[in-house]
Protein backbone atom coordinates (compact mmCIF):
# COMPACT_ATOMS: atom_id res chain seq x y z
CA UNK A 1 0.00 0.00 0.00
CA UNK A 2 1.35 3.57 -0.88
CA UNK A 3 1.47 6.26 1.68
CA UNK A 4 -1.68 8.20 0.64
CA UNK A 5 -3.58 4.54 0.89
CA UNK A 6 -2.31 4.23 4.49
CA UNK A 7 -3.34 7.66 5.42
CA UNK A 8 -7.02 7.38 3.99
CA UNK A 9 -7.27 3.90 6.15
CA UNK A 10 -5.66 5.55 8.71
CA UNK A 11 -8.10 8.18 8.45
CA UNK A 12 -11.23 5.98 8.21
CA UNK A 13 -10.13 4.12 11.55
CA UNK A 14 -10.57 7.32 13.04
CA UNK A 15 -14.08 8.18 11.80
CA UNK A 16 -14.97 4.52 12.60
CA UNK A 17 -14.14 4.56 16.06
CA UNK A 18 -15.72 8.01 16.44
CA UNK A 19 -19.03 6.68 15.77
CA UNK A 20 -18.73 3.37 17.20
CA UNK A 21 -18.10 5.31 20.28
CA UNK A 22 -21.17 7.86 19.81
CA UNK A 23 -22.82 10.44 21.93
CA UNK A 24 -22.54 9.73 25.92
CA UNK A 25 -25.24 7.81 27.18
CA UNK A 26 -25.76 10.19 29.77
CA UNK A 27 -27.64 12.48 27.10
CA UNK A 28 -30.47 10.13 26.42
CA UNK A 29 -30.59 9.27 29.53
CA UNK A 30 -33.07 10.83 32.62
CA UNK A 31 -30.64 12.86 34.57
CA UNK A 32 -31.05 12.64 38.62
CA UNK A 33 -30.68 15.66 40.17
CA UNK A 34 -29.74 15.33 43.70
CA UNK A 35 -26.78 17.53 45.67
CA UNK A 36 -29.47 18.84 47.93
CA UNK A 37 -30.97 15.49 48.57
CA UNK A 38 -31.19 16.57 51.93
CA UNK A 39 -33.01 19.88 52.05
CA UNK A 40 -35.43 17.20 49.54
CA UNK A 41 -35.95 15.03 52.26
CA UNK A 42 -36.88 17.80 54.65
CA UNK A 43 -39.34 19.43 52.33
CA UNK A 44 -41.03 15.81 51.70
CA UNK A 45 -39.98 15.70 47.69
CA UNK A 46 -37.86 12.93 46.44
CA UNK A 47 -34.80 13.79 43.97
CA UNK A 48 -35.45 15.36 40.48
CA UNK A 49 -35.54 13.10 37.58
CA UNK A 50 -34.45 15.70 34.36
CA UNK A 51 -35.83 13.83 31.14
CA UNK A 52 -32.57 14.79 29.09
CA UNK A 53 -33.97 13.04 25.72
CA UNK A 54 -37.45 14.57 26.27
CA UNK A 55 -35.81 17.94 26.23
CA UNK A 56 -33.22 17.62 23.95
CA UNK A 57 -35.64 16.75 20.76
CA UNK A 58 -37.91 19.60 21.73
CA UNK A 59 -34.58 22.32 21.64
CA UNK A 60 -31.27 22.84 20.22
CA UNK A 61 -28.82 21.96 22.99
CA UNK A 62 -27.71 25.66 22.83
CA UNK A 63 -30.79 26.40 24.46
CA UNK A 64 -29.44 25.30 27.90
CA UNK A 65 -25.43 24.57 27.45
CA UNK A 66 -24.15 26.50 28.70
CA UNK A 67 -26.22 29.21 29.23
CA UNK A 68 -28.31 27.73 32.01
CA UNK A 69 -26.65 24.33 32.42
CA UNK A 70 -23.01 23.57 32.83
CA UNK A 71 -22.68 20.31 31.27
CA UNK A 72 -21.60 17.74 33.59
CA UNK A 73 -23.36 15.79 35.88
CA UNK A 74 -23.68 17.52 39.74
CA UNK A 75 -22.15 20.89 38.25
CA UNK A 76 -25.33 23.20 38.42
CA UNK A 77 -25.55 24.81 41.73
CA UNK A 78 -29.80 24.70 41.74
CA UNK A 79 -32.64 25.25 44.14
CA UNK A 80 -36.11 26.50 44.26
CA UNK A 81 -35.67 30.11 45.16
CA UNK A 82 -33.38 30.66 41.81
CA UNK A 83 -35.81 28.84 39.59
CA UNK A 84 -38.74 30.66 41.12
CA UNK A 85 -36.64 33.88 39.73
CA UNK A 86 -36.62 32.20 36.67
CA UNK A 87 -33.27 30.75 36.02
CA UNK A 88 -31.87 27.22 35.37
CA UNK A 89 -35.37 25.09 35.25
CA UNK A 90 -36.93 28.18 36.01
CA UNK A 91 -36.23 29.73 32.45
CA UNK A 92 -38.51 28.31 30.25
CA UNK A 93 -40.76 26.40 33.44
CA UNK A 94 -42.14 29.52 34.29
CA UNK A 95 -45.74 29.21 32.63
CA UNK A 96 -44.81 30.57 29.60
CA UNK A 97 -42.45 28.49 27.66
CA UNK A 98 -43.50 25.24 29.92
CA UNK A 99 -45.90 24.95 33.20
CA UNK A 100 -44.63 26.66 36.43
CA UNK A 101 -42.72 25.03 38.78
CA UNK A 102 -45.54 24.26 41.21
CA UNK A 103 -45.69 21.23 40.31
CA UNK A 104 -43.77 19.41 42.64
CA UNK A 105 -44.34 15.79 41.84
CA UNK A 106 -43.41 16.42 38.02
CA UNK A 107 -39.92 17.27 38.87
CA UNK A 108 -39.35 15.42 41.82
CA UNK A 109 -39.95 12.12 40.92
CA UNK A 110 -37.46 9.76 41.55
CA UNK A 111 -38.69 6.68 42.55
CA UNK A 112 -35.10 4.51 43.49
CA UNK A 113 -33.81 3.95 46.88
C1 LIG B 1 -33.64 21.84 28.33
C2 LIG B 1 -32.25 21.91 28.65
C3 LIG B 1 -31.26 20.99 27.98
C4 LIG B 1 -31.07 20.77 26.62
C5 LIG B 1 -31.85 21.33 25.45
C6 LIG B 1 -29.93 19.89 26.53
N1 LIG B 1 -29.46 19.58 27.78
FE1 LIG B 1 -27.82 18.48 28.23
N2 LIG B 1 -28.20 18.69 30.25
C7 LIG B 1 -29.22 19.43 30.78
C8 LIG B 1 -29.21 19.29 32.22
C9 LIG B 1 -30.19 19.93 33.21
C10 LIG B 1 -28.14 18.44 32.54
C11 LIG B 1 -27.72 17.96 33.92
C12 LIG B 1 -26.76 18.92 34.55
C13 LIG B 1 -26.46 18.57 35.98
O1 LIG B 1 -26.47 17.38 36.33
O2 LIG B 1 -26.23 19.50 36.77
C14 LIG B 1 -27.50 18.10 31.26
C15 LIG B 1 -26.37 17.30 31.14
C16 LIG B 1 -25.74 17.02 29.95
C17 LIG B 1 -24.53 16.26 29.83
C18 LIG B 1 -23.72 15.71 30.98
C19 LIG B 1 -24.16 14.34 31.34
C20 LIG B 1 -23.22 13.72 32.32
O3 LIG B 1 -23.54 12.61 32.76
O4 LIG B 1 -22.21 14.33 32.67
C21 LIG B 1 -24.23 16.17 28.50
C22 LIG B 1 -23.05 15.46 27.86
C23 LIG B 1 -25.27 16.87 27.78
N3 LIG B 1 -26.17 17.39 28.69
C24 LIG B 1 -25.32 17.01 26.40
C25 LIG B 1 -26.34 17.63 25.70
C26 LIG B 1 -26.43 17.70 24.23
C27 LIG B 1 -25.39 17.12 23.28
C28 LIG B 1 -27.59 18.36 23.94
C29 LIG B 1 -28.21 18.66 22.58
C30 LIG B 1 -28.30 17.56 21.66
C31 LIG B 1 -28.22 18.72 25.21
N4 LIG B 1 -27.44 18.26 26.24
C32 LIG B 1 -29.40 19.43 25.33
C33 LIG B 1 -30.12 20.20 30.07
C34 LIG B 1 -30.25 20.24 28.70
C1 LIG C 1 -35.29 25.37 27.41
C2 LIG C 1 -36.56 25.22 28.15
C3 LIG C 1 -36.64 24.22 29.29
C4 LIG C 1 -35.78 24.09 30.36
C5 LIG C 1 -34.54 24.91 30.68
C6 LIG C 1 -36.32 23.02 31.18
N1 LIG C 1 -37.48 22.53 30.62
FE1 LIG C 1 -38.59 20.96 31.28
N2 LIG C 1 -39.86 21.16 29.73
C7 LIG C 1 -39.81 22.15 28.77
C8 LIG C 1 -40.96 22.04 27.89
C9 LIG C 1 -41.30 22.96 26.72
C10 LIG C 1 -41.70 20.94 28.35
C11 LIG C 1 -43.01 20.43 27.79
C12 LIG C 1 -44.09 21.21 28.49
C13 LIG C 1 -45.47 20.78 28.11
O1 LIG C 1 -45.65 19.67 27.61
O2 LIG C 1 -46.38 21.60 28.36
C14 LIG C 1 -40.98 20.40 29.50
C15 LIG C 1 -41.39 19.29 30.21
C16 LIG C 1 -40.75 18.80 31.34
C17 LIG C 1 -41.15 17.60 32.07
C18 LIG C 1 -42.29 16.67 31.69
C19 LIG C 1 -41.78 15.64 30.70
C20 LIG C 1 -42.88 14.72 30.19
O3 LIG C 1 -42.58 13.54 29.98
O4 LIG C 1 -44.01 15.20 30.01
C21 LIG C 1 -40.32 17.49 33.14
C22 LIG C 1 -40.33 16.39 34.20
C23 LIG C 1 -39.38 18.59 33.09
N3 LIG C 1 -39.68 19.36 31.97
C24 LIG C 1 -38.39 18.83 34.01
C25 LIG C 1 -37.44 19.85 33.91
C26 LIG C 1 -36.39 20.08 34.89
C27 LIG C 1 -36.18 19.28 36.15
C28 LIG C 1 -35.64 21.11 34.41
C29 LIG C 1 -34.41 21.71 35.01
C30 LIG C 1 -33.33 20.80 35.42
C31 LIG C 1 -36.23 21.55 33.15
N4 LIG C 1 -37.32 20.76 32.89
C32 LIG C 1 -35.74 22.57 32.35
C33 LIG C 1 -38.82 23.10 28.65
C34 LIG C 1 -37.72 23.26 29.48
C1 LIG D 1 -39.35 22.27 36.94
C2 LIG D 1 -38.86 21.28 37.87
C3 LIG D 1 -39.12 21.47 39.35
C4 LIG D 1 -40.33 21.67 39.97
C5 LIG D 1 -41.70 21.74 39.35
C6 LIG D 1 -40.05 21.74 41.39
N1 LIG D 1 -38.71 21.56 41.61
FE1 LIG D 1 -37.79 21.57 43.43
N2 LIG D 1 -35.97 21.35 42.50
C7 LIG D 1 -35.79 21.20 41.15
C8 LIG D 1 -34.36 21.06 40.90
C9 LIG D 1 -33.73 20.85 39.55
C10 LIG D 1 -33.72 21.12 42.16
C11 LIG D 1 -32.21 21.00 42.45
C12 LIG D 1 -31.92 19.54 42.74
C13 LIG D 1 -30.47 19.29 43.07
O1 LIG D 1 -29.60 19.80 42.38
O2 LIG D 1 -30.24 18.56 44.05
C14 LIG D 1 -34.77 21.32 43.14
C15 LIG D 1 -34.52 21.44 44.51
C16 LIG D 1 -35.50 21.50 45.47
C17 LIG D 1 -35.24 21.56 46.91
C18 LIG D 1 -33.86 21.58 47.58
C19 LIG D 1 -33.18 22.93 47.34
C20 LIG D 1 -33.92 24.05 47.99
O3 LIG D 1 -34.37 24.95 47.27
O4 LIG D 1 -34.10 24.02 49.22
C21 LIG D 1 -36.46 21.58 47.53
C22 LIG D 1 -36.72 21.64 49.04
C23 LIG D 1 -37.48 21.54 46.48
N3 LIG D 1 -36.86 21.50 45.25
C24 LIG D 1 -38.85 21.57 46.71
C25 LIG D 1 -39.82 21.71 45.72
C26 LIG D 1 -41.24 21.89 45.97
C27 LIG D 1 -41.88 21.88 47.35
C28 LIG D 1 -41.84 22.02 44.74
C29 LIG D 1 -43.29 22.31 44.44
C30 LIG D 1 -43.82 23.53 45.00
C31 LIG D 1 -40.80 21.91 43.74
N4 LIG D 1 -39.59 21.74 44.35
C32 LIG D 1 -41.01 21.96 42.37
C33 LIG D 1 -36.77 21.18 40.19
C34 LIG D 1 -38.12 21.39 40.40
Redesign the pocket.
Known amino acids: MNKKGLLTLLLACIAWSMVMAGPSSAEYADIV?DNKIESMKKAGVKA????HW??RI??KCK??HED?FILRAGAND?NMTKIMEGE??G???NGM???EPLYCD??H?YTGK
Open positions: LVVFPFHRFACIIFCRCHTAWRCS
